[in-house]
């Protein structure tokens, strides 16, 4: 069984990065059809980036210009790169990993547990 652990997170001032990994375990052959996702308090959780089954990147206008998804296939691990980092950022982040449909929606079968991201101003 395919299991997501989140690493990466903590604490950070605006303007600052942090890089976010996802590593996978199990019966996983690729790191394609992955995506990230957040939840702010008192927010439903919503897309950030994700990574097809074919290799489109996508991304959430917010973060745009801004975020990096990318991936190692041989370590199994996807990463999130945030640079300029705004208080708005904060949430808890969770990676993801099949999507039954458009990847920048929250139908994937498998999710971790979440980071932690806080941003101070």
């Known amino acids: 069984q395919v299991q997501l652990v989140e690493s990466g997170g903590g604490l950070v001032q605006a303007g600052d990065s942090l890089r976010l990994s996802c590593a996978a375990s199990?019966?996983?052959?690729?790191?394609?059809?992955m995506g990230w996702f957040r939840q702010a308090p008192g927010k439903e959780r919503e897309f950030v980036a994700a990574?097809?089954?074919?290799?489109?990147?996508y991304y959430a206008d917010s973060v745009n210009g801004r975020f990096t998804i990318a991936g190692d296939n041989a370590k199994k691990t996807l990463y999130l790169q945030m640079n300029s980092l705004k208080p708005e950022d904060t949430a808890i982040y969770y990676c993801?990993?099949?999507?039954?449909?458009?990847?920048?929606?929250?139908?994937?079968?498998?999710w971790g547990q979440g980071t932690q991201v806080t941003v101070s101003s």
């Open positions: 993801a990993k099949d999507p039954r449909g458009d990847p920048r929606g929250s139908g994937y079968r498998i």
């Open positions: 990574v097809n089954r074919i290799g489109t990147m």
């Open positions: 199990g019966p996983i052959f690729s790191i394609l059809g």
